[in-house]
């Protein structure tokens, strides 16, 4: 179309919307500089915007404007799809595999006997008095790869394996703090430790937090728990 623009076949061009013109801000922009040297007219019907009426800083303003709604709209739209299918127990998420498990041919959820036998060890380590970075050394020590296959855990990785609610068989969808709503399946996958393991390392990870909260706010504890065992 550009091309015939700049042969003059083209004088006015009638769009729909500005989305309809280009798929960013940057080539929308692009593309109405150069018709504006070429002198071709472009009217947008939805936006109620013509070339040749509006000044050229203003119709800049007017779609950096309008293309930022669109984003934000597109974004509500997008985390609306996500809680929908998490309510209704369509999400894809809740056949995500972690370490552990991998996916059977029709996507669901089946222990891995090896890796579940190095998740119950961590387990175990941790309700034996081992810190995270203790449980680590004790798996380089083993020769047990990370779920990424080093040689060494990241201290996080342990951290939220030992929270991991699937590995009781149980999926929590959307509970990160920034959604009014998070979702649980329970069953939803097979157990690779009871519900009395898990909890009792819930319990031990509360007991030994170092942050414990005040009516004044948050407030560190005097003794940390040792992380050198």
Not at 5 to 25: N, V
Not at 68 to 85: H, L, V
Not at 113 to 135: C, H, P, T, W
Request: proline share 1%; hydrophobic share 35%; aromatic share 6%.
């Amino acid at each position: 179309m550009l091309q015939d623009c700049k042969s003059r076949d083209i004088e006015i061009i009638l769009t729909k919307s500005i989305s309809r013109f280009g798929r960013d801000t940057v080539e929308i922009l692009d593309a109405l500089n150069q018709l504006r040297i070429l002198g071709v007219r472009v009217i947008f019907e939805q936006e109620v915007l013509d070339t040749a009426d509006t000044d050229n800083d203003l119709m800049i303003s007017i779609i950096e404007s309008i293309a930022q709604a669109e984003n934000e709209s597109r974004s509500d739209n997008i985390k609306w799809g996500i809680k929908q299918r998490a309510a209704q127990g369509t999400s894809k998420l809740y056949k995500r595999k972690c370490y552990g498990y991998f996916n059977d041919a029709d996507g669901n959820l089946v222990i891995d006997d090896k890796e579940a036998k190095n998740v119950r060890m961590i387990f175990n380590f941790y309700l034996q008095g081992k810190s995270v970075v203790g449980i680590v050394k004790e798996l380089e020590r083993l020769g047990i790869k990370s779920p990424s296959g080093k040689a060494i855990w990241p201290k996080r990785t342990i951290d939220v394996m030992l929270s991991n609610e699937k590995y009781i068989g149980n999926a929590r969808l959307l509970d990160n703090g920034k959604h009014d709503l998070c979702y649980l399946a329970e069953g939803n996958n097979p157990a690779i430790v009871s519900k009395e393991m898990y909890q009792a390392v819930q319990i031990e990870k509360q007991h030994r937090s170092n942050v414990t909260k005040a009516e004044d706010g948050n407030q560190r504890k005097s003794e940390k728990y040792s992380s050198k065992k």
